[in-house]
């Protein structure tokens, strides 16, 4: 075995986005691409050389292969050892736990997250800091200058190694681990919530259905649910991940969950419904003939955590990203505990949970989390959600109506419109920009504009500045519109529209969200003249 230095140069196009470098497959699959790419995390970090690291996926199609690739880089890199998911394959809220759990010096996480995968779809490959966190803007911006200026790549020409099976081996004189994917991080779980209480929950006929998509949370939801809580054998559905993930779109939501939506809101519907995505760290929850949105999620989670024994000792803080509806900042008035409002990015959220000023974080696009990783977690909202259910003993729809009682409720909504040509969706964002210092003061559909701004974030820990982070336009009702463009994607952009209306109740508190915020809508699509620049009158996805 020996080492090969292989030369290359840049290829265009290698900038990651707010989670790593998302390309469709063939592309990732081109010559020296995704060799290019892991150089230059390594080079962009320092090297290699020496250090430990953790490598799993979501299971998507070439998953395997560039798990082989990557390994092989890494020992001719001269990394000590490499822990790998069993088959390449780790949840990243898992990744991030084994990263934490066994102090390496950071991960190399293989996934497009929410995106369909299969040999024509999407690949993703990000890096995890070693606190499991995704790498900060100034280490993605290290990498991306890499990418531009690289001439070699170094990987070695030893044999495909069996990730099939546990235990110890090496490449190329670098220690490889392979471990159970599932089990340290259901450990974790089980130091976090009550499962006594959930499976005396499940014994006494309580019924779930958690879809798994298709995809990498599969294995994880049925040893957790059916094995160790004891729910009915057959919970979990689609549990096996295949790496298109069976056709499906592993997005759960409304539109992409559809069967699980048809089932909840059917006439035999079980108490509680769930759904993870591609990679397992975003969240659908879903009673009995309710849907609960994930801003309004996180805010009846930042209420009631105190009953899981893992936050008995209450929150430090609640942090959001600034498209989430404001519902967990009033929970965290209520509370007396510290409110944060951040950029659209889970590594945003980093710096608040390791300084100690937030335990619970939360993202409108389906994802939450708290400080026992660095990355949001499907799975962990679900079971938190059940040793609520577990403790209170009532319905969702119950929670649901207490809470809307108890802060008022923001109606909220998401209007996504996929794959615009680049340059419209930007010549419209350029326009809508222009036009904010002179919008204060003005009447759209009946309600007076506040104020409008294209958001900034200054870290409270590092004091870091983040531009431009989306267009906000708020209105002296408490209304609000967000506008951005959305990074996630591997074609053309979308526009994501953030719609909200805060009703303070006591009346006018069951409303369909839709009809809630029809004058929202209306406004919107009237301030950005989304028809004119993109001929979209309707979104392609709706949540």
Same mark, same amino acid.
């Given at each position: 075995m020996t080492v090969l230095t292989i030369a290359t140069q840049p290829i265009a196009g290698q900038k990651p986005?707010?989670?790593?470098?998302?390309?469709?497959?063939?592309?990732?699959?081109?010559?020296?691409?995704?060799?290019?790419?892991?150089?230059?995390?390594?080079?962009?970090?320092?090297?290699?050389?020496?250090?430990?690291?953790?490598?799993?996926?979501?299971?998507?199609?070439?998953?395997?292969?560039?798990?082989?690739?990557? +390994?092989?880089?890494?020992?001719?890199?001269?990394a000590a050892k490499v822990i790998v998911g069993q088959n390449a394959v780790l949840s990243t809220p898992a990744a991030s736990h084994l990263i934490r759990l066994n102090k390496t010096d950071g991960g190399i996480i293989m996934s497009a997250s929410h995106n369909p995968g299969g040999p024509e779809e999407d690949f993703g490959v990000k890096f995890n800091m070693a606190n499991g966190g995704p790498a900060p803007e100034a280490v993605t911006e290290a990498m991306f200058r890499r990418t531009t200026e690289i001439?070699?790549?170094?990987?070695?020409?030893?044999?495909?190694?069996?990730?099939?099976?546990?235990?110890?081996?090496?490449?190329?004189?670098?220690?490889?681990?392979?471990?159970?994917?599932?089990?340290?991080?259901?450990?974790?779980?089980?130091?976090?919530?009550?499962?006594?209480?959930?499976?005396?929950?499940?014994?006494?006929?309580?019924?779930?259905?958690?879809?798994?998509?298709?995809?990498?949370?599969?294995?994880?939801?049925?040893?957790?649910?059916?094995?160790?809580?004891?729910?009915?054998?057959?919970?979990?559905?689609?549990?096996?991940?295949?790496?298109?993930?069976?056709?499906?779109?592993?997005?759960?939501?409304?539109t992409w969950a559809h069967e699980l939506m048809a089932e909840m809101m059917g006439a035999d519907a079980p108490d509680f419904g769930a759904a993870s995505d591609g990679d397992g760290d975003r969240n659908m929850v879903v009673g009995r003939g309710v849907y609960v949105s994930p801003s309004d999620s996180l805010a009846v989670?930042?209420?009631?955590?105190? +009953?899981?024994?893992?936050?008995?000792?209450?929150?430090?803080?609640?942090?959001?990203?600034?498209?989430?509806?404001?519902?967990?900042?009033?929970?965290?008035?209520? +509370?007396?505990?510290?409110?944060?409002?951040?950029?659209?990015?889970?590594?945003?959220?980093?710096?608040?949970?390791?300084?100690?000023?937030a335990t619970l974080c939360g993202e409108e696009s389906f994802g939450t989390g708290s400080d026992h990783v660095r990355e949001k977690d499907g799975l962990w909202a679900v079971l938190l959600w059940l040793n609520i259910l577990a403790v209170r003993q009532q319905s969702v729809a119950t929670i649901m109506a207490e809470h809307f009682a108890r802060f008022g409720r923001n109606y909220y909504s998401r209007h996504d419109f996929e794959a615009i040509a680049t340059d419209k969706a930007d010549a419209m964002m350029a326009e809508l920009r222009a036009s904010l210092a002179g919008l204060k003061g003005q009447s759209v559909e009946g309600m007076e504009i506040a104020g409008a701004d294209d958001?900034?974030?200054?870290?409270?820990?590092?004091?870091?500045?983040?531009?431009?982070?989306?267009?906000?336009?708020?209105?002296?009702?408490?209304?609000?519109?967000?506008?951005?463009?959305?990074?996630?994607?591997?074609?053309?952009?979308? +526009?994501?529209?953030?719609?909200?209306?805060?009703?303070?109740?006591?009346?006018?508190?069951?409303?369909?969200?839709?009809?809630?915020?029809?004058?929202?809508?209306?406004?919107?699509?009237?301030?950005?003249?989304?028809?004119?620049?993109?001929?979209?009158?309707?979104?392609?996805?709706?949540?």
């Open positions: 986005g707010t989670s790593g470098l998302r390309k469709k497959t063939p592309v990732f699959m081109g010559a020296h691409y995704l060799e290019n790419f892991v150089q230059s995390i390594f080079d962009a970090i320092g090297g290699a050389a020496g250090k430990t690291f953790v490598l799993g996926g979501d299971g998507r199609y070439f998953n395997d292969r560039a798990a082989q690739t990557i +390994l092989k880089m890494a020992a001719a890199n001269g001439t070699e790549y170094r990987i070695s020409d030893a044999a495909d190694i069996d990730l099939g099976r546990i235990g110890a081996t090496t490449v190329d004189g670098m220690a490889v681990e392979v471990v159970d994917s599932v089990t340290d991080y259901a450990a974790l779980m089980e130091t976090l919530f009550d499962f006594p209480a959930i499976r005396a929950m499940f014994a006494g006929g309580f019924r779930m259905r958690f879809d798994a998509m298709c995809a990498v949370t599969g294995p994880y939801a049925t040893e957790i649910l059916e094995n160790r809580l004891g729910a009915a054998k057959g919970t979990v559905t689609h549990g096996t991940p295949l790496p298109d993930f069976g056709g499906m779109h592993p997005d759960p939501n409304p989670l930042a209420a009631n955590a105190h +009953l899981a024994p893992g936050y008995a000792r209450g929150l430090a803080g609640v942090a959001r990203s600034m498209p989430t509806s404001a519902a967990a900042d009033l929970v965290a008035d209520a +509370l007396g505990i510290g409110k944060y409002e951040t950029p659209t990015g889970w590594k945003f959220f980093g710096n608040l949970l390791d300084a100690g000023r958001f900034a974030y200054t870290d409270p820990v590092d004091g870091s500045v983040s531009q431009k982070q989306g267009v906000r336009i708020l209105f002296t009702d408490g209304s609000r519109i967000v506008m951005r463009l959305s990074g996630t994607g591997t074609e053309g952009a979308t +526009l994501r529209v953030y719609l909200e209306r805060y009703t303070p109740g006591p009346e006018g508190l069951d409303r369909d969200p839709q009809e809630a915020l029809a004058p929202v809508i209306r406004a919107a699509h009237a301030l950005a003249k989304i028809a004119a620049h993109t001929g979209r009158t309707e979104p392609d996805v709706v949540t």
